[in-house]
């Protein structure tokens, strides 16, 4: 099989839009790893945002990978190992959450069990919360709550602020990776985190190569990972820079089972 890794997003990608994984889907995946292949799901969630999936595929039958937080956590499921891990250092944390406060926006900060915020009942944290199945905890000073270690950090907003609010961000802190999930998601993590970059770590470690790799993705944050896969996919509801970097263009949305097609396409 020449796509031995299938690296999948979750939100608009491997799950539908009630957030639900389909039969089809978990079939497709059950078929290709019986001929060979391994799972990865890539997402921008949390690790305990993206257990309830791992567990709606079987992976404790099949195995697999869980790549959190854009990549900057890596775990084998099986195993619990933790294969990579990179996180924010208290000094930006402080310097983000300074800077979500002055732009004002929400911030979000992640430890192992709930969510931190100062605007824990905006729509938009509260749809990172019910997205993920975790708490928010309330905080007066998020910087100085964040006693914890945080892959990464949050800031929500409406879509039309949150493109002026990434362009000021990735010009204030050239040190760090600043891209958006979802147009009112803006995901910061260390420099040089993305899906790419920990697909490439867990590559190199099976002896893999890109070319190796199958990844099907919707959002702004999987644009890296689809244009370094050998077979990067796109749904049809992605953003168009995502289907403009794609080798392949679904014909199929989320809703549509859109990733079983394309593992029955190029894997089975």
Known sequence: M???????????????????ISQ????????????????A???????????????????D?????????????????????????????????????????????AAITYSDQALYSTSAQNQYVQKEATINKMPVVEVAD?????TFETPKCLMVDD?????????????????????????YFLEIVPLGVDKAFSLDLLLK????????????????NDLSMIQYAGMGVAM????QVVKDAANYVSPYTNDQDAVAHAIEKFCL
Do not use: W
């Open 2 to 20: 020449q796509y031995c890794l299938i690296a999948l997003d979750i939100d608009g990608t491997l799950a539908n839009s009630q957030k639900e």
């Open 24 to 39: 089809r889907n978990i079939n497709a995946l059950a078929q290709a790893v019986s001929q060979g292949a391994q799972v």
């Open 41 to 59: 799901l890539v997402s921008g969630r949390p690790t305990p945002g993206i257990l309830p999936t791992a567990k709606a595929i079987n992976m």
């Open 61 to 105: 039958k099949i195995g697999g990978f869980i790549l959190s937080f854009n990549g900057a956590k890596i775990i084998n499921y099986a195993t619990g190992q933790v294969i990579y891990q990179n996180v924010l250092s208290a000094h930006d944390v402080q310097a983000i959450c300074a800077e979500a406060k002055a732009l004002g926006v």
């Open 142 to 146: 998020l910087a100085a709550a964040t």
């Open 159 to 183: 879509p039309d602020k949150l493109v002026q609010v990434e362009q000021h961000m990735k010009a204030k802190f050239p040190n760090l990776s600043i891209y958006r999930s979802e147009p």
């Open 205 to 220: 470690k099976h002896h893999l190569t890109a070319q190796n790799l199958l990844a099907c993705g919707d959002g702004f």
């Open 236 to 239: 049809q509801n992605a953003q």
